[in-house]
């Protein structure tokens, strides 16, 4: 299993809507994984999983929701061939890193972010999922349309396998670029990758799309999440 942690330096709506303050990603290839906390997790901080999976030779898996977070999506299916998660909660005073697990066992990969800035109480504003199902390189995630205004907007981008290629966030309508994590690292065979990204919004409305460039033809799957500012 691997952990590591970061903290955002892109440029963000620092005035108005909410703010990843840091994140930490873990990754596993056996059936549990436990997602590292990122860094300053206060009492009222919203914490926000997203997880990523991929297997070698299965075409549907099961996952636990973490103790204490609500599932916002498990989205995959065969004609993807890997698959995205979301989870969330209000972190209380005396946090524990979430423990996921799958069945069967496989490559997985999971952020947990800490977000400040948010509606208290009902912090999600909508979330949408998106099948890849062309096999080639340029995938383009559709993204979100918010509710409210001064969302910040999460999506999570999952890429069938890695075969020693990665992945290139190309972006666009200012989406901006958080991570990038692979397991087992470039690997030559299999296993899970995939990218996390955000955009801060003004007003209500569509956030636009961003592109992936795969070094490799496949197909892939994606979700986005917006969250309400407070």
Same mark, same amino acid.
């Given at each position: 299993?691997?952990?590591?942690?970061?903290?955002?330096? %892109?440029?963000?709506?620092?005035?108005?809507?909410?703010? /990843?303050?840091?994140?930490?990603?873990?990754?596993?290839?056996?059936?549990?994984?436990?997602?590292?906390?990122?860094?300053? =997790?206060?009492?009222?901080?919203?914490?926000? =999983?997203?997880?990523?999976? +991929?297997?070698?030779?299965?075409?549907?898996?099961?996952?636990?929701?973490?103790?204490?977070?609500?599932?916002?999506?498990?989205?995959?299916? /065969?004609?993807? &061939?890997?698959?995205? %998660?979301?989870?969330?909660?209000?972190?209380?005073?005396?946090? /524990?890193?979430?423990?996921?697990?799958?069945?069967?066992?496989?490559?997985? =990969?999971?952020?947990?972010?800490?977000?400040?800035?948010?509606?208290?109480?009902?912090?999600? +504003?909508?979330?949408?999922?998106?099948?890849?199902?062309?096999?080639?390189?340029?995938?383009?995630?559709?993204?979100?349309?918010?509710?409210?205004?001064?969302?910040?907007?999460?999506?999570?981008?999952?890429?069938?396998?890695?075969? *020693? %290629?990665?992945? *290139?966030?190309?972006?666009?309508? &200012?989406?901006?670029?958080? &991570?990038?994590? +692979?397991?087992?690292?470039?690997?030559?065979?299999?296993?899970?990758?995939?990218?996390?990204?955000?955009?801060?919004?003004?007003?209500?409305?569509?956030?636009?799309?961003? %592109?992936?460039?795969?070094?490799?033809?496949?197909?892939?799957?994606?979700?986005?999440?917006?969250?309400?500012?407070?």
């Amino acid at each position: 299993m691997l952990a590591t942690a970061g903290v955002l330096t %892109q440029l963000q709506n620092l005035s108005s809507g909410p703010i /990843v303050e840091s994140w930490a990603v873990s990754a596993s290839n056996t059936n549990d994984l436990t997602c590292t906390l990122p860094s300053g =997790v206060a009492a009222g901080n919203l914490l926000i =999983v997203l997880g990523l999976n +991929d297997y070698t030779s299965f075409n549907a898996s099961s996952i636990n929701t973490p103790a204490g977070y609500t599932q916002l999506f498990d989205y995959g299916n /065969v004609n993807t &061939d890997c698959w995205v %998660q979301a989870w969330w909660k209000i972190a209380s005073g005396s946090e /524990v890193a979430p423990h996921i697990t799958t069945s069967p066992s496989g490559y997985k =990969v999971g952020w947990c972010l800490r977000i400040t800035g948010h509606d208290a109480s009902t912090p999600i +504003d909508g979330y949408v999922n998106q099948q890849h199902t062309a096999i080639q390189a340029l995938h383009t995630v559709s993204g979100i349309t918010t509710l409210t205004a001064n969302c910040l907007c999460l999506s999570v981008f999952a890429f069938d396998g890695i075969f *020693s %290629q990665s992945l *290139s966030f190309t972006g666009g309508n &200012d989406w901006a670029f958080i &991570d990038y994590h +692979d397991w087992p690292t470039l690997s030559a065979t299999t296993g899970a990758q995939g990218i996390i990204c955000q955009k801060a919004m003004g007003a209500a409305g569509a956030t636009g799309s961003y %592109q992936i460039t795969a070094g490799r033809t496949d197909t892939a799957a994606s979700g986005c999440i917006a969250i309400k500012a407070a």
